[in-house]
């Protein structure tokens, strides 16, 4: 008798569920005090201990913090190098090449599509509305499109980037909750400056759900590159079977520990605080210039302006880097990230009357 399937099985490429995982010497593992099965070196010639050894797939010690930090359980978390290492992930365990596809609702971040292209799967690239929330007909567009029941995985970023704008968590559970044979992923890249719309607490009981962290934004740890997948246990036993043997390396996991420490969290939410008292002073700053700034639910606003190109010399001859758009629906916008106070008060003063 076959026993059935779950969702992430029968969602996954066909070719994973029989796949034997790449037995690593550090999961076969043993007991004993002389390691010789990895090919390593013997010698350590660093201060960091166990650089000379290879690191844990996925180091216990990270993954009980990310658990303590999200209250979500251990065995629901993975993680790996980054967010965008995750997009990847999903995309390679779950859609078929020149076969399947993801869906987007634009403008959104550009890698959900990248990392589709480059594995040859399809993007069905939806737009968000003028306000930037989900078309209230988004379930018949993707009825409709040419990859209907192909379309494996729906990406929605929240807060969005590049605009800064929410969806309300009523509004993703519809989408989670009405789409049961789709990968609804959630990326809450940015979920630190806008806690509250956080959907974390429902991956236990949502067998279709995946949430994306980083510990890129508000954890100031861009350079580390360490990010989370957090998913039933379904999805996760999926993912691994697509994860490198060793994602994660030892300083970096060193570095996220003590990010996601108790002291670590009160740095993170004082300089979240901070940042996000600054974003407000900048996004006053550009209304009272002129600008049309969305609200802004990340570490960044999204500013359209009538004299773009003026802007933009301004800023470049200021020496500051922006970043500037030219798809169509963000033509005339710029996006300026968060800063510290005196970045800040430069950046209004730029955009002040007398300059
Ligand atoms: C929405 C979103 N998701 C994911 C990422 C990538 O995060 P990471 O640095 O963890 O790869 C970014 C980076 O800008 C982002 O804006």
Not at 140 to 148: G, K, R, V
Not at 248 to 259: C, G, N, R
């Amino acid at each position: 008798m076959t026993t059935a399937k779950n969702l992430a099985q029968r969602l996954a490429r066909p070719e994973l569920l029989d796949l034997q995982i790449y037995q690593s010497a550090r999961r076969i593992g043993g007991q004993g005090d002389i390691w010789i099965n990895a090919n390593e070196s013997p010698f350590n010639n660093s201060s960091l201990e166990g650089v000379n050894r290879y690191p844990e797939c996925q180091p216990s010690a990270l993954i009980d913090a990310y658990s303590r930090y999200s209250g979500v359980a251990n065995n629901c978390i993975l993680t790996g190098r980054g967010a965008d290492e995750a997009i990847e992930i999903l995309i390679r365990t779950f859609c078929t090449p020149a076969q399947d596809a993801i869906a987007t609702f634009g403008p959104t971040y550009g890698m959900y599509a990248i990392s589709a292209k480059t594995a040859n799967v399809a993007v069905t690239a939806l737009q968000l509305t003028d306000d930037f929330q989900l078309p209230s007909d988004y379930a018949s567009q993707l009825d409709d499109c040419a990859y209907n029941a192909n379309t494996k995985i729906v990406f929605i970023c929240n807060p969005n980037n590049p605009t800064g704008s929410v969806i309300a968590k009523a509004e993703l559970i519809k989408v989670i909750d009405s789409n049961p044979e789709r990968i609804i992923v959630v990326d809450e890249a940015y979920i630190e400056f806008s806690p509250e719309y956080s959907v974390a607490d429902l991956v236990e009981s949502r067998a279709n759900l995946v949430v994306l962290r980083t510990l890129s934004k508000a954890f100031a740890l861009a350079g580390a590159r360490c990010g989370f997948l957090l998913a039933n246990p379904d999805i996760i036993d999926m993912c691994m079977r697509v994860i490198a043997p060793y994602p994660v390396p030892l300083p970096v996991s060193d570095l996220a520990v003590k990010a996601l420490s108790p002291q670590g969290l009160l740095t993170m939410q004082s300089q979240v605080d901070d940042m996000s008292q600054q974003g407000l002073r900048l996004a006053h700053a550009l209304q009272a210039y002129g600008a049309t700034v969305v609200n802004a639910h990340g570490n960044y606003v999204l500013a359209q302006f009538s004299d773009k190109t003026t802007v933009q010399q301004k800023l470049t001859q200021a020496g500051v880097i922006a970043r500037s758009y030219s798809d169509s629906r963000l033509a005339d916008s710029i996006r300026f990230s968060f800063s510290n106070r005196s970045q800040t008060d430069y950046l209004i003063s730029l955009f002040s009357a007398s300059n």
